[in-house]
């Protein structure tokens, strides 16, 4: 990171006696849902604590959620999120596969971003929950100098429960600053072309590498509960174009492409049809060599490598598939890199040149 310090300097006209300043500057701020500290039940109830409270996650009533999810929910789930977490941990570097990954995009798009702009733009990442927390992560830009910010959740799709959430919380983080620094978030860019390219490219480069050319591709996109789509989120809107978009780039018929919603939780009804069921209908019904993508995730995590890639594979495999390839998340590709690049820039304007 810069160093704030070695850098000050006293602003030009200042009386002698004023304390020295950073160089001004412009920070980006990327941020990702977020991961627990650690598998181990403490780390994991911190985590679905701060996950599960959230109103724009669970928007129940906080007198009947709260004694739900402390006694009951938070005493059991994170045993059974613990493990799943540890069957994909990244013991190495003693953390989830989605820090490793975020980490590496940012450092990419932090020597992309200096290649063309030099030290004028700092970059940093943050989690909506658990650790690097978005009001560190600012605080740290505004006193290396940064006196503006670009806010850019990683989510192609905009939703209420990701990135609303997200901007929630830097907007939160803002309101703690003596000296705000003028800021912007980065829209949804679940049409852009540069990343409706990339997302057809990595199927493209996925399927030359099989034997066998997959019945259907299953574009797996989180969930929600239906009642927020009934309530004005254009979440399930985007996916679909995404994936209307994805079909026309890769130049396919409609059969060849399907969008299914993963990741159900509580009783209510979710978008559908569900993952899970949908690839055991495919089974059924003769399709028995699928492909699965997850186009809402900017990066491979709990809901990709465990959820997809073991639970719903599985669901396939019994109802009768045969193969079964997931097709990883554009995570730190270069291609993935140059798209979020370009999106940075065109929110740049009119503060770089």
């Known amino acids: 990171m810069f160093d704030a310090v070695m850098n000050a300097v006293r602003p030009a006209q200042a009386p002698v006696d004023h304390v020295e300043l950073p160089p001004t500057r412009i920070g980006v701020l990327l941020a990702n849902l977020g991961t627990p500290d650690g598998f181990t039940y403490w780390p994991m109830r911190r985590y679905l604590n701060e996950f599960l409270s959230d109103k724009r996650v669970i928007d129940y009533s906080s007198w009947i959620w709260q004694p739900l999810l402390q006694l009951l929910i938070l005493s059991r789930r994170p045993f059974s999120s613990g493990a799943a977490y540890k069957s994909i941990w990244n013991f190495e570097a003693d953390e989830s596969p989605l820090m490793t990954i975020t980490k590496q995009q940012t450092d990419k798009i932090r020597s992309e ?54 901007n929630d919380q830097f907007f939160r983080a803002l309101m703690q600053e003596k000296w705000q620094a003028a800021s912007r978030t980065v829209p949804p860019y679940f049409d852009r072309p540069e990343y409706i390219d990339v997302l057809a490219k990595s199927v493209e ?7 066998e050319r997959p019945d259907v591709l299953v574009c797996s996109y989180h969930g929600l509960p239906k009642r927020y789509l009934m309530e004005g989120d254009p979440y399930h809107c985007q996916c679909q174009k995404t994936t209307r978009l994805l079909r026309e780039r890769l130049g396919w018929r ?10 159900r939780f509580g009783p209510e009804e979710w978008l559908q049809p569900y993952t899970v069921d949908a690839v055991a209908e495919l089974a059924k019904a003769g399709k028995k060599n699928i492909a699965v993508c997850a186009p809402a995730f900017s990066a491979d995590c709990i809901e ?36 979020l690049v370009s999106i940075i820039v065109d929110n740049l304007q009119g503060w770089i040149q």
């Open 113 to 166: 971003l200096t290649a063309k702009f030099g030290d004028q733009v700092m970059v940093e990442f943050c989690m909506r929950y658990g650790n690097p927390s978005t009001q560190s992560k600012l605080r740290s830009l505004s006193a290396a100098g940064c006196s503006k910010v670009l806010f850019f959740p990683l989510y192609p799709q905009y939703a209420g429960a990701t990135v609303a959430t997200a």
């Open 304 to 339: 990709t490598l465990e959820e997809i890639n073991e639970e719903i594979k599985e669901s396939f495999l019994v109802a009768g598939g045969k193969s079964f390839t997931y097709i990883p998340c554009l995570n730190d590709d270069d291609a993935h890199i140059a798209a």
């Open 254 to 263: 409609e059969e060849e492409i399907t969008t299914t919603f993963q990741s």
């Open 205 to 211: 480069r996925a399927y030359t590498g099989l034997e």
